[in-house]
């Protein structure tokens, strides 16, 4: 029996434009989005109404019947401009979602919480949240995302925003994808392809991009879609003796599918190469600060959470600052002093985030490294976000799997100018290793920057010893390699009080006027 024809679909003319280096599909201005909408909805009228092909939903014994039957609306999400002299420039370059989210544990302030993160991520991308939906279920639907039924409401709800996108907070597999998109009708995409997005474009650096590059194809590889001709074989495959054989026929005999897959794991293990080049040259710095003995500070911490403007408040960096996520993604290392004259270096790290896909936690385990190779690791928390440990957790957990965990840590808790003050009380209380700090007002700054004075690894060997004005390198020497407690010109030269390492001391013993 031959399957009854599906209506063609037609979608709504689409503007393209060029906006941060990266291409955008963006709807109609307002004038003309009734009348797309009005032959979206005729053709989805002339859907086949009875197309089952999902199970029903499992009637779960945790949430109660009306909880599991509803899409929860979440208020406070919705970026639409109301100011006529901005919302045409925004319809031209911004795709317009609704955010769809399943609550499987946790409380209800959980769930939204995890949704307005979504939000952010999807303002950060460039586009113009319109609505965002909560399913309460015990796990994700293994077709939909969030089943059949609620899939059907979740149509009805982008025609009613004129949405070309829906964001769904979570990783969806290949067939949830495919199967969402056939009935919501437009564009879906996960928490996973929209983080990867905002990433390709921050990336600045050679090495970032390279990076960026590798973690999208391997999101993308088991993605890859095929149609029509598309599977069809090249060049036959036949042997010569075959009944549709011949000449200029035989061949791999792969298909297009498998040629594109063939070609994207060739292009990974190019910048897998690529990558590791650029990780000897980094090793190589980091060597050169180790041989001269310079203590490391890493700054890391959720996205967004104030590392830049904290880098730049320790050592005037002049590093960019925004108010975005995922704002810096190329370290920063920056030469910086303890108030007693002590030198060493503070990095700045790419900023982790709640399910921080694992394709990227990979692709940036050499950039991460950092943090594995420093001294001492400020672990910087938004102390005005609603979820602070949340953050801390999350955090802690992308450190674990760079295998940083063994490295001194500081909880550092920014944004005291703003943040509740039972909040910070309740951080310094879970927190032993904590103190509050706003990088923006300079508050605490001064105790933060002893507390790393006496947090960095001392040199060993304290000495007195007298050098020749002869020997003025070597002076400079210890006030860069050592930590020099007190200096005096005498008439025979600098009398020196310092703590030096073993090979510096034995070169200062070698040119002294007087025993050490």
Known sequence: MSRPA??????PVILLCYVRNHLTFTSLPQEHQP?????????????????????????GEQFDREERAALRRVAGLSTELQDVTEVEYRQLRLERVVLVGVWTSGTAA?????????AALAETAGALVLDGVIQRRDKPDPATYIGSGKAQELRDIVLETGADTVVCDGELSP?????????????????????????????KSREGKAQVSLAQMQYMLPRLRGWGQSLSRQMGGGGSGSAGGGMATRGPGETKIETDRRRIREKMAKLRREIAEMKTGREVKRGERRRNRVPSVAIAGYTNAGKSS??????????LVENALFATLDPTVRRAETPSGRVYTLADTVGFVRHLPHHLVEAFRSTMEEVGDADLLLHLVDGSHPQPEAQLAAVREVIREVGAQKVPEIVVINKADIADPLTLQRLLRAEPRAMVVSAHTGQGVEDLLELIDAELPRPEVELKTLLPYTEGALVARVHREGEVLGEEHTAEGTLLTARVHQELAADLRRVSLTPA
């Open 175 to 203: 067939g949830q994808l495919i199967h969402l998109e056939d009935v919501v009708k437009i564009k879906v995409v996960d928490r996973t392809a929209l983080i990867l997005d905002i990433f390709a474009q921050h990336a």
């Open 110 to 118: 959980d769930a939204e919480n995890s949704l307005s993160e979504l």
């Open 35 to 59: 009348r797309a909408k009005g032959r979206r909805a005729d053709a989805l009228m002339d859907e086949d109404a009875g197309w089952n092909v999902f199970d029903a939903e499992r009637d």
């Open 310 to 319: 904290l880098l730049n408040r320790l050592t005037g960096a002049g590093v």
């Open 6 to 11: 599906r209506t063609l679909y037609r979608k």
